[in-house]
């Protein structure tokens, strides 16, 4: 169990960001150098602000909760993770409920101390959702990846979507016309997208005529493929038949390391009504198919006997697998004390093995994205996926744009301008 000492310590000094970038022959020393081998280490969001998860065994009980001492200022909502880099989705601390919230872009690179300030092509908003990928060469080698940042949310035009995507070596933004106003399928706001081996990942709606008039929510996986820079067809999920998405049934969707270096992604399905629940893996994926297998399935009858509810994706949901270890966690809002909690279920016994206290659930201030009402709630965690792996991609900041004063004129020089 984790002991209450460890709750705001600052993070490893591997993954402090006190410097915002290094010097030239520090970044060439680290360009010849590969990263070192690291202990398991996750990130996760709670109460606003950045926690790493270090020192976990395979039954999760011992455990090391440290604060990242970053982005202190901001309260940040989700983390995605890609290559090494972590993109942060923050807003201001004190909510003006007068004002406008706009989240902020931040691109950090935990291993090499380096972040980055991403600025909007025009502003950004609350109900943006957002990816981090990279564009492959024909060759795979990971030197040639140029990394990217995909955002989409409502468009100019009522129940029409923007898409648009950024280029992070180029420091620009681009709207892409190949997708935008699609009127087939939708994302909703919960779902983030997750980066499997340079694409993104999402779980994507789809309403089709059912019994006796009624229409019924169909659920499929989609890619984006950020080298094509397009989303690809809908691939099927393992429990498509038995979804039911207005039962109280839930989905979320993670990604793991299959035997140390390979990106699969894994998605859970389920929830307090049922019953039960799923969590599938895939054995193959890329932007046009998938292949799944069953991880592990729950039959706890009612979920409150150990405190689990996984009734709404606003209790939580987010999750992990370890493959290797055979167990899946998955981190939810305690809403009795209220806590953060991690669940740990194990695929060999098919059962609940333990569950650890992560720390004091707050009530903090938050702003409904569609009314922009401020309430006052506790949030649950939400992890970011796989765990991190050390990466050399730079951070890089882009180039100062100096704008062009203007000469101001004198009287005599205006006269002759005037003749």
């Known amino acids: 169990m984790m002991s209450d000492e460890l709750v705001g310590e600052k993070i490893l000094t591997s993954t402090s960001p006190k410097a915002v970038g290094s010097t030239d022959a520090g970044k060439e020393a680290e360009a010849e150098a590969a990263p070192p081998a690291q ?218 390391l299959r035997r140390g270096d390979d990106e699969q992604l894994a998605v859970l399905f389920g929830g307090y009504e049922s019953g039960f629940f799923e969590i599938w893996v895939t054995l193959t994926v890329d932007p046009n198919r998938a292949s799944w297998s069953k991880f592990l399935r729950m039959d706890p009858g009612p979920f409150s006997t150990y405190g689990f509810q996984l009734c709404t994706p606003l209790s939580g949901g987010s999750f992990f697998v370890d493959e290797d270890n055979k167990v899946a966690v998955l981190f939810e809002l305690f809403n009795h004390k209220p806590v953060h909690k991690a669940f740990v279920f194990g695929q060999d016994c098919r059962r609940f093995k333990s569950s650890v206290d992560l720390g004091e659930a707050l009530i903090l201030e938050n702003r409904c994205p569609f009314t922009n009402r401020v309430s006052m709630a506790a949030r649950p965690p939400l992890v970011c996926s796989s765990p991190y792996r050390p990466s050399l991609v730079q951070v890089i900041q882009p180039p100062l744009v100096h704008k062009r004063k203007r000469k101001r004129m004198s009287p005599s020089d205006q006269r002759k301008r005037i003749v």
């Open 39 to 256: 202990p398991p280490q996750l990130f996760l969001t709670m109460n606003g602000e950045i926690y790493s998860l270090e020192r976990f065994q395979e039954d999760f009980v011992h455990v090391s909760v440290n604060k990242v001492d970053f982005l202190n200022d901001l309260d940040v909502s989700k983390l995605y993770h890609c290559d090494g880099l972590v993109l942060c989705v923050a807003t201001d601390k004190k909510k003006d409920k007068d004002k406008k919230e706009e989240p902020k872009l931040v691109l950090w690179n935990p291993y090499l101390c380096q972040t980055r300030w991403i600025e909007p092509r025009e502003e950004f908003n609350r109900n943006n959702r957002f990816a981090i990928g990279y564009s492959s060469s024909d060759d795979g080698s990971d030197s040639q990846r140029n990394h990217k940042i995909l955002r989409f949310g409502p468009g100019d035009e009522p129940d029409k979507m923007g898409f648009e995507i950024y280029d992070i070596k180029c420091n620009t933004w681009r709207v892409l016309e190949v997708v935008i106003n699609n009127p087939v399928w939708w994302i909703g706001y919960n779902q983030g997208g997750v980066s499997v081996k340079g694409n993104a990942y999402f779980l994507a709606h789809h309403l089709i005529d059912g019994l006796y008039g009624y229409q019924r929510d169909e659920i499929f996986l989609l890619s984006f493929d950020f080298t094509q820079e397009t989303f690809g067809p809908r691939l099927s999920l393992p429990f498509h038949d038995s979804f039911d998405g207005f039962s109280g049934d839930c989905m979320f969707l993670s990604n793991f």
